[in-house]
């Protein structure tokens, strides 16, 4: 019989017939056209929209406005699929929509889960606890404590307090017990407080961070700390592994080794640590995809070279298979050991997926798998997308992914039949080029968060990302191997030198003129069009990528166009800066330092404020100060108490009636009456803390009475809900 031959059905995705409903007409065919085109590139924007109905949970106010836009969303999802039938865009649009409701449905669940009870109010009490995770500060000598209290506290007049769920505590390492452990029982007294709000606008949101992380307490821990329960297990791997690397190293070389093993850099002195920030190398302090593609990488060569030496194994097992398997296994023990922090997450997503598609033949770096890691992120952890961490994570691999996806890129970097220095000197210009275009595209990130850039990042990772590669971590390795047999101390003697001269490389750019570049907070909606610009240009392929350009451009003008805050407040009123003519300035001169750093990042200053009183245009006594600010065309006379002592009541309403502004940390009278804005303690505590800009007449507050956000307002032990015939407000009482 005769037979015929066929060839082998193709694995392309299959082209869809363009079934264009009538009312879209031409605009419809061009829409349906293009997205024929980048049918391929459709999938990637399911995370994206997985993260817009995640945005939207936190950027909507109350549980209504989430209600209507979980509607919405449903509801258009399923008028495209009905309206648009046989189109691409319809469907596209269709499940962009449920997709969106999909994430704004699993933030909101997330957080009635996770979500618990704060204490009631600052105190100070005793009480028995059991001991979940063990952090050591060595750089800041502390111990921090994540404790599960077992029953009520008791308070310092004897009365009980009832505690929350979860409690972090720092503890001094000389009240730290030696057989301190995970799971033991202990008892100790602390100085306990609810998660605070941030500072002002802007700032750190620990309250947030907090509230998905179960933690109803935060404060600082006493002498004597008694263990009740010793712990069978002792600190952890984690933490034995991070003490016995900083034991052999001096300085901060020692937490930077530890955090390339460990992911603690609780040993980091902070001087070292901003540098490392100044100098753009933060990344490598954070476990992550290049730490688990060395950890990756070794493991599958030393295995595949070990089962190569068994001719049994080398003619029965397919080896490249087997040492696949030992990476994942590599890549899921290293995550965790590091504490399972979202970068290494999704760097370990991401190993398991090029190992799997690698098994299976197929390609394996693309951006889909970088899709793949950001949904399963936010499948689990939902909460994550808002945070820095996640953000920077996917923006610099996407930038990556997305520049040597580039049929141009590819062409110019990609291999070459040439010698080694000109193949040197190729992947030297390839890493350049993707440290610059990490570096743009990080930028937006960090200034909306961190309020700073840095700019000479991309120079320095070129020597620093191989010398960490090639060089600190395999010394680092052969040193704990060594250690085995106690012999180690040539290799950790390298490790030494080879640290030393990362962090001289650290201080180096971070010192050099222009390195940070520092702004004010950023608005929101500018930083939304940024990352919808970024997104926009990199996800999609053809011509009309570039139209990412534009929200992209309106976005950064916004944001380097925004004016400085002339005055911050902090929510409690102790502390206030004030921009005058020589910079900003701030009220008291006893303040910590994280209280200067935050004013200084938030008024966008890089440094140390200034003192308010040692300016020729501010008048301060013990008690009061007072300072003219120019802006919006008038002079604005600001007057605010800096210290606890009473001022006579005429004295200080005589003072009131002088000034613009009145701030104040206590309670002022009723007849201090300033010309536009008093800000004493009953109005900062329904605000929180403030940002005044006067040339543009903007007050932007931490408080807002709209905004039902669980951390804003927490339940609170002690302290139950009270229903009011008012269903918009609520009151709180004491039984």
Not at 96 to 124: E, H, N, Q, Y
Not at 532 to 553: C, E, N
Not at 607 to 636: F, K, N, Y
Request: proline share 7%; net charge positive.
């Amino acid at each position: 019989m005769a037979m015929t031959a066929v060839a082998a059905p193709s694995m392309r995705p299959w082209r869809r017939q363009m079934g264009v409903p009538r009312w879209e007409a031409v605009v419809g065919l061009a829409v349906e056209r293009w997205l024929e085109a980048e049918r391929d590139q459709l999938v990637l924007w399911l995370p994206v929209m997985l993260g817009v109905g995640i945005a939207l949970w936190f950027a909507l106010p109350d549980p209504a406005a989430w209600r209507v836009a979980v509607l919405i969303l449903v509801a258009g999802g399923l008028a495209c699929l009905a309206i648009g039938s046989g189109g691409r865009a319809a469907r596209a649009l269709a499940i962009g929509s449920l997709t969106a409701a999909l994430g704004l449905g699993l933030i909101w669940a997330r957080s009635d889960w996770v979500g618990r009870a704060v204490l009631g109010g600052p105190t100070i009490a005793s009480f028995s606890a059991k001991v979940e995770a063990i952090e050591p500060l060595v750089a800041r000598r502390l111990v921090r404590l994540t404790v599960l209290p077992i029953a009520k506290g008791m308070e310092t007049g004897g009365q009980p307090v009832a505690l929350p769920y979860r409690v972090r505590v720092n503890l001094a390492e000389a009240d730290a017990p030696k057989l301190l452990g995970t799971d033991a029982v202990v008892r100790l007294r602390a100085r306990l407080m609810p998660p605070p709000l941030p500072a002002v606008p802007g700032a750190y949101d620990f309250a947030r961070v907090a509230w998905f992380g179960g933690i109803g307490a935060t404060g600082r821990g006493f002498a004597p700390v008694v263990i009740i329960k010793s712990s069978g297990s002792g600190a952890g791997i984690r933490v034995a592994l991070s003490h016995h690397i900083v034991s052999h190293l001096e300085g901060s070389a020692g937490g930077i080794a530890a955090a390339l093993a460990t992911g603690d850099v609780g040993a980091i002195s902070e001087e070292d640590s901003e540098a490392m920030r100044r100098a753009g190398l933060a990344h490598l302090l954070s476990v992550s995809g290049l730490h688990i593609t060395a950890a990756v990488a070794a493991t599958i060569l030393i295995v595949s070279r070990l089962l190569a030496l068994s001719p049994w194994f080398a003619l029965h097992s397919r080896l490249p298979l087997l040492a696949a398997l030992a990476g994942a296994a590599a890549a899921i023990g290293y995550t965790l050991l590091t504490g399972s922090q979202v970068p290494t997450i999704r760097s370990c997503v991401a190993a398991l997926l090029v190992l799997a598609a690698l098994a299976m033949g197929r390609e394996a770096m693309t951006l889909r798998l970088v899709a793949a890691g950001a949904v399963c992120i936010m499948l689990v952890l939902p909460e994550a997308a808002a945070g820095p961490s996640f953000q920077l994570s996917f923006a610099a691999i996407t930038a990556i992914m997305a520049l040597h996806e580039h049929p141009a890129i590819r062409t110019v970097f990609g291999p070459h039949d040439e010698g080694r220095a000109r193949k040197l000197a190729r992947d030297a210009a390839s890493l350049l080029l993707t440290g610059l275009l990490v570096e743009l595209a990080l930028m937006p990130i960090a200034v909306y968060h961190f309020h700073r850039a840095g700019l000479y990042g991309a120079f320095a990772n070129i020597v620093a990302i191989p010398l960490t590669t090639f060089v600190v971590m395999p010394l680092e390795a052969l040193a704990l191997l060594l250690d085995c047999a106690g012999l180690g101390g040539p290799a950790w003697w390298l490790v030494q030198r080879s640290l030393d001269g990362l962090l001289w490389l650290a201080h180096l750019v971070a010192n050099a003129p222009g390195s940070v570049r520092s702004l004010p907070a950023m608005p929101t909606a500018a930083f939304a069009a940024m990352v919808f610009g970024g997104i926009w240009i990199a996800l999609w392929r053809t011509r009309w990528r570039r139209l990412g350009a534009v929200p992209l451009a309106i976005g950064a003008i916004w944001a380097l166009t925004t004016p400085a805050p002339d005055i911050l407040v902090t929510g409690d009123g102790r502390h206030v800066a004030v921009r005058t003519a020589a910079g900003l300035a701030m009220l008291r001169d006893r303040a910590g330092d994280y209280t200067r750093d935050t004013l200084a990042e938030n008024g966008g200053v890089d440094g140390e404020p200034l003192l308010l009183a040692d300016q020729p245009d501010a008048r301060c006594s013990r008690d009061l100060c007072m300072t003219d600010i120019v802006a919006r065309g008038r002079t604005w006379r600001v007057l605010a108490t800096r210290s606890a002592y009473m001022v006579p009541i005429e004295d200080l309403i005589a003072a009131c009636r002088l000034a613009d502004i009145v701030v104040s940390e206590r309670g002022l009278p009723k007849r201090c009456t300033p010309r536009w804005l008093k800000l004493d303690r009953f109005v900062l505590k329904r605000t929180g803390g403030v940002a005044l800009t006067l040339g543009a007449g903007r007050m932007v507050t931490i408080l807002n009475p709209s905004d039902r956000h669980p951390w804003r307002d927490p339940p609170r032990l002690g302290r139950p809900f009270k229903r009011s015939p008012d269903p918009n407000h609520r009151q709180r009482y004491r039984p």
